[in-house]
């Protein structure tokens, strides 16, 4: 298996301090601005940066131990409050689908723009989950992550958006629904507006035309796709970086059909 053992067995991992946190903060002003260009993450001037950041990719290749692969899955998350455990691959609970027949090289990079290791709102990851083909199973962590921290979980992974610390900022690994329950005197509020970058990449082969057919079937992304623009100067900055960048829709986009929820291809 390539890459960072920890990676594999667990199905995440948090690298501390990669980014810098200036930087970091400086993209969180922007998005507070408003001031992101329609499409994917490397459509936008200054935070698309992060996409083919040289550190995030020289990570992200040591994980794949191959050339990472970037398709236009990304996106900048503003203010979510959402939970629910979830995973994000093709076949998400079908034990006998091609996404569970051996190692999945697709993952999911998450940079939190906010300090989630003393507030609420950071990651809750459910342990080797990766491994299973349902939601239920795996010891829940929740990753307090700090301003310059980079996160990495497989798309198979279960996880779930806004953990909760308590007060005195102690973080508590419990499911959605009883996070959500817990009053608001005992948690430790969100530091400001809750921001992240979410950025995939992933290994050339099988699973990687498998999960990009998945998404040519996703309303959403087909939309990110359709304003999708990929100056020069990223290009080069991919290319400086060692990041291979793919254009799913230069292949078209009109068929097959695409849908709003999760539906699972024909295998
Ligand atoms: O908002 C979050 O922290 C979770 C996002 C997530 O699960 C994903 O983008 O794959």
């Known amino acids: 298996m390539p890459g960072e053992?920890?990676?594999?067995?667990?199905?995440?991992?948090?690298?501390?301090?990669?980014?810098?946190?200036?930087?970091?903060?400086?993209?969180?002003?922007?998005?507070?601005?408003?001031?992101?260009?329609?499409?994917?993450?490397?459509?936008?001037?200054?935070?698309?940066?992060?996409?083919?950041?040289?550190?995030?990719?020289?990570?992200?290749?040591?994980?794949?131990?191959?050339?990472?692969?970037?398709?236009?899955?990304?996106?900048?998350?503003?203010?979510?409050?959402?939970?629910?455990?979830?995973?994000?691959?093709?076949?998400?609970?079908d034990p006998s689908a091609p996404d569970w027949q051996n190692s999945y090289p697709i993952f999911r990079i998450g940079i939190y723009l906010q300090d989630h290791h003393r507030h609420s709102g950071g990651l809750n990851v459910r342990e080797r989950s990766h491994l299973v083909p349902n939601v239920r199973a795996g010891r829940t962590r929740?990753?307090?992550?700090?301003?310059?921290d980079v996160v990495a979980w497989n798309l198979r992974n279960t996880r779930s958006a806004n953990g909760v610390v308590i007060r005195p900022g102690i973080p508590l690994a419990v499911s959605p629904r009883v996070a959500g329950r817990l009053p608001g005197r005992v948690t430790c509020q969100p530091k400001g507006e809750r921001l992240?970058?979410?950025?995939?990449?992933?290994?050339?082969?099988?699973?990687?035309?498998?999960?990009?057919?998945?998404?040519?079937?996703?309303?959403?992304?087909?939309?990110?796709?359709?304003?999708c623009v990929w100056t020069p100067e990223a290009r080069n900055r991919a290319e400086a970086s060692g990041l291979d960048l793919l254009g799913p829709w230069s292949a078209g986009l009109a068929s097959p059909e695409s849908f709003d929820e999760y539906h699972q291809l024909s295998y």
């Open 5 to 93: 053992t920890e990676f594999w067995d667990n199905g995440y991992l948090v690298r501390r301090g990669v980014l810098e946190k200036d930087r970091i903060l400086g993209y969180r002003r922007q998005i507070l601005a408003n001031d992101l260009a329609p499409g994917d993450v490397l459509s936008s001037p200054g935070v698309g940066e992060l996409v083919t950041d040289p550190a995030v990719v020289s990570l992200v290749g040591d994980l794949l131990g191959e050339t990472p692969q970037y398709f236009g899955d990304s996106n900048v998350s503003i203010r979510s409050t959402g939970r629910g455990y979830h995973k994000d691959n093709a076949d998400r609970y």
């Open 196 to 227: 992240a970058v979410f950025i995939t990449y992933g290994a050339s082969g099988a699973h990687l035309d498998r999960y990009i057919d998945y998404l040519r079937s996703r309303t959403y992304q087909r939309s990110i796709w359709r304003d």
């Open 142 to 148: 929740y990753l307090g992550t700090e301003v310059g």
